[in-house]
Protein backbone atom coordinates (compact mmCIF):
# COMPACT_ATOMS: atom_id res chain seq x y z
CA UNK A 1 0.00 0.00 0.00
CA UNK A 2 1.30 3.66 -1.00
CA UNK A 3 -0.25 6.17 0.86
CA UNK A 4 0.44 10.21 0.67
CA UNK A 5 -0.86 11.63 3.29
CA UNK A 6 0.11 15.44 3.41
CA UNK A 7 -0.64 18.49 5.95
CA UNK A 8 -0.36 22.10 5.96
CA UNK A 9 -0.96 24.39 8.29
CA UNK A 10 -2.19 27.56 7.01
CA UNK A 11 -3.06 29.38 10.40
CA UNK A 12 -0.80 31.16 13.04
CA UNK A 13 -2.28 28.35 15.31
CA UNK A 14 0.99 26.26 16.34
CA UNK A 15 1.32 22.97 16.98
CA UNK A 16 -1.39 20.90 15.39
CA UNK A 17 -1.56 16.73 15.69
CA UNK A 18 -0.28 15.87 11.84
CA UNK A 19 1.17 12.26 12.93
CA UNK A 20 -2.33 11.87 14.70
CA UNK A 21 -4.17 13.26 11.62
CA UNK A 22 -1.72 11.05 9.21
CA UNK A 23 -2.95 8.14 11.27
CA UNK A 24 -6.54 8.59 11.30
CA UNK A 25 -6.33 8.93 7.49
CA UNK A 26 -4.20 5.33 7.09
CA UNK A 27 -6.57 3.85 9.11
CA UNK A 28 -9.40 4.77 7.02
CA UNK A 29 -7.78 3.96 3.68
CA UNK A 30 -6.83 0.64 4.94
CA UNK A 31 -10.25 0.14 6.46
CA UNK A 32 -12.41 1.10 3.38
CA UNK A 33 -12.44 -0.64 0.19
CA UNK A 34 -12.80 1.87 -3.09
CA UNK A 35 -15.03 0.40 -6.02
CA UNK A 36 -14.92 -3.04 -4.23
CA UNK A 37 -11.27 -3.17 -4.03
CA UNK A 38 -8.90 -2.98 -1.01
CA UNK A 39 -7.09 0.77 -1.55
CA UNK A 40 -3.28 0.28 -3.04
CA UNK A 41 -2.73 3.56 -3.31
CA UNK A 42 -3.88 7.10 -2.22
CA UNK A 43 -2.84 10.67 -1.75
CA UNK A 44 -4.66 13.34 -0.02
CA UNK A 45 -3.28 16.92 1.53
CA UNK A 46 -4.91 18.38 4.13
CA UNK A 47 -4.84 22.05 4.38
CA UNK A 48 -5.75 23.37 7.84
CA UNK A 49 -7.35 27.44 7.31
CA UNK A 50 -9.40 29.58 9.43
CA UNK A 51 -13.23 30.50 8.86
CA UNK A 52 -12.34 33.26 6.35
CA UNK A 53 -10.73 31.29 4.05
CA UNK A 54 -12.97 28.53 4.27
CA UNK A 55 -15.86 30.84 4.50
CA UNK A 56 -14.35 32.15 0.82
CA UNK A 57 -13.76 28.52 -0.16
CA UNK A 58 -17.47 27.70 0.67
CA UNK A 59 -19.30 30.55 -1.35
CA UNK A 60 -16.69 30.24 -4.42
CA UNK A 61 -16.98 26.22 -4.71
CA UNK A 62 -20.69 25.01 -3.50
CA UNK A 63 -22.49 28.19 -3.08
CA UNK A 64 -22.95 28.09 1.03
CA UNK A 65 -22.57 31.84 2.25
CA UNK A 66 -20.97 30.81 5.34
CA UNK A 67 -17.88 29.06 6.81
CA UNK A 68 -17.88 25.02 7.52
CA UNK A 69 -15.58 22.80 9.07
CA UNK A 70 -14.46 20.65 6.50
CA UNK A 71 -14.87 20.76 2.53
CA UNK A 72 -13.74 17.97 0.14
CA UNK A 73 -11.77 18.02 -3.23
CA UNK A 74 -11.43 14.72 -4.99
CA UNK A 75 -8.92 15.90 -7.78
CA UNK A 76 -8.88 12.44 -9.95
CA UNK A 77 -11.88 10.16 -10.56
CA UNK A 78 -9.64 7.02 -11.67
CA UNK A 79 -7.57 7.09 -8.22
CA UNK A 80 -7.84 8.56 -4.56
CA UNK A 81 -6.85 11.73 -4.41
CA UNK A 82 -7.61 14.69 -3.28
CA UNK A 83 -7.66 17.55 -0.52
CA UNK A 84 -9.45 18.23 2.36
CA UNK A 85 -9.46 21.85 3.98
CA UNK A 86 -10.54 22.34 7.38
CA UNK A 87 -11.41 25.04 9.48
CA UNK A 88 -9.70 25.49 12.48
CA UNK A 89 -11.53 28.32 13.72
CA UNK A 90 -14.51 25.80 13.03
CA UNK A 91 -13.29 23.09 14.55
CA UNK A 92 -12.03 24.73 17.39
CA UNK A 93 -15.60 25.70 18.37
CA UNK A 94 -16.92 22.16 17.83
CA UNK A 95 -14.81 20.78 19.96
CA UNK A 96 -15.44 23.32 22.93
CA UNK A 97 -19.13 21.97 21.72
CA UNK A 98 -18.85 18.54 22.01
CA UNK A 99 -16.45 18.71 24.95
CA UNK A 100 -13.72 17.15 23.02
CA UNK A 101 -10.22 18.04 22.65
CA UNK A 102 -9.14 19.80 19.13
CA UNK A 103 -7.09 17.41 18.68
CA UNK A 104 -10.17 14.76 18.90
CA UNK A 105 -12.35 16.95 16.47
CA UNK A 106 -9.37 16.94 13.80
CA UNK A 107 -9.14 13.32 13.63
CA UNK A 108 -12.79 13.26 13.83
CA UNK A 109 -12.35 16.10 10.29
CA UNK A 110 -9.94 14.06 8.93
CA UNK A 111 -11.62 10.42 9.33
CA UNK A 112 -15.12 12.54 7.47
CA UNK A 113 -13.21 13.67 4.73
CA UNK A 114 -10.93 10.64 3.59
CA UNK A 115 -14.75 8.99 3.71
CA UNK A 116 -15.53 11.50 1.56
CA UNK A 117 -12.99 10.48 -0.93
CA UNK A 118 -13.51 7.10 -0.84
CA UNK A 119 -17.49 7.44 -1.83
CA UNK A 120 -19.48 8.24 1.61
CA UNK A 121 -22.19 10.41 1.49
CA UNK A 122 -23.57 12.58 4.72
CA UNK A 123 -26.85 14.16 2.68
CA UNK A 124 -29.34 11.93 4.66
CA UNK A 125 -29.47 11.03 8.58
CA UNK A 126 -28.72 7.31 8.18
CA UNK A 127 -25.62 8.07 5.94
CA UNK A 128 -25.00 10.85 8.83
CA UNK A 129 -25.14 8.76 11.07
CA UNK A 130 -23.52 6.05 9.76
CA UNK A 131 -20.06 8.35 9.02
CA UNK A 132 -20.34 9.56 12.46
CA UNK A 133 -19.58 5.51 13.48
CA UNK A 134 -16.60 4.58 11.20
CA UNK A 135 -15.48 7.97 12.07
CA UNK A 136 -15.36 6.48 15.95
CA UNK A 137 -14.28 3.43 14.53
CA UNK A 138 -11.42 4.95 12.64
CA UNK A 139 -10.52 7.86 15.51
CA UNK A 140 -9.72 4.72 17.75
CA UNK A 141 -7.62 2.17 16.12
Known amino acids: M???????????????????????????????????????????????VNDAKIHAMNKEFLQHDYPTDIITFPLEEETIDGELY????????????HGVSLTNELMRLAAHGTLHLVGYDDASTEERKEMSRLEDTYIRH
Open 86 to 97: ISLDTATRQAEE
Open 2 to 48: KFEIHIFNDTERKPIPKAKMQRVVENVLRGEKWRGKPIQSASVSIVL
